[in-house]
Nanobody, 115 residues
Framework: QVHLVESGGGLVQAGGSLRLSCAAS????????AGWYRQAPGMEREHVAS???????NYLDSVKGRFTISRDNAQTTLYLQMNSLKPEDTAVYYC?????????WGQGTQVTVSS
C-alpha cells in the first residue's frame, strides 16, 4: 500500500519561502514519476512541478525560477522549495507519485501567502 504524507505548509508573507516535504511509504521516488499539484479555492487543481524517474523536471510557467522540485538521496522524500512566494501561490498543495500504472495522492498541505 502506497502512502504519501505532505508537510511544511503554513502561513508566510509575500516574498518569503517555504519548503514542502512528501514522505512515501510502500515505495519510493527512485524510478517513479512524481510531482506537486495545487488547488486554490474555487479553482481547478493545477500541476505545479514534476520530476520523472530519470530526473527530468517540468514546472508551471508562473513558478519557474521560484520553485524547485527535488528528491533526497534515499529517494524516500520529495521536496518543493518555494521562494519569492506571492499571494496567488495560496492553495492546498498535493504530492503525487506514479507507481504500477496508478497515481497516488497525498492528503494535501495548506500554503497561505499574505500580502
Amino acid at each position: 500500500q502506497v502512502h504519501l504524507v505532505e508537510s511544511g505548509g503554513g502561513l508566510v508573507q509575500a516574498g518569503g519561502s517555504l519548503r514542502l516535504s512528501c514522505a512515501a511509504s510502500g515505495t519510493d521516488f527512485r524510478a517513479n514519476a512524481a510531482g506537486w499539484y495545487r488547488q486554490a479555492p474555487g479553482m481547478e487543481r493545477e500541476h505545479v512541478a514534476s520530476i520523472t524517474g530519470p530526473g527530468r523536471l517540468n514546472y508551471l510557467d508562473s513558478v519557474k525560477g521560484r520553485f524547485t522540485i527535488s528528491r533526497d538521496n534515499a529517494q524516500t522524500t520529495l521536496y518543493l522549495q518555494m521562494n519569492s512566494l506571492k499571494p496567488e501561490d495560496t492553495a492546498v498543495y498535493y504530492c503525487t507519485l506514479d507507481y504500477r500504472d496508478r497515481t497516488y495522492w497525498g492528503q494535501g498541505t495548506q500554503v497561505t501567502v499574505s500580502s
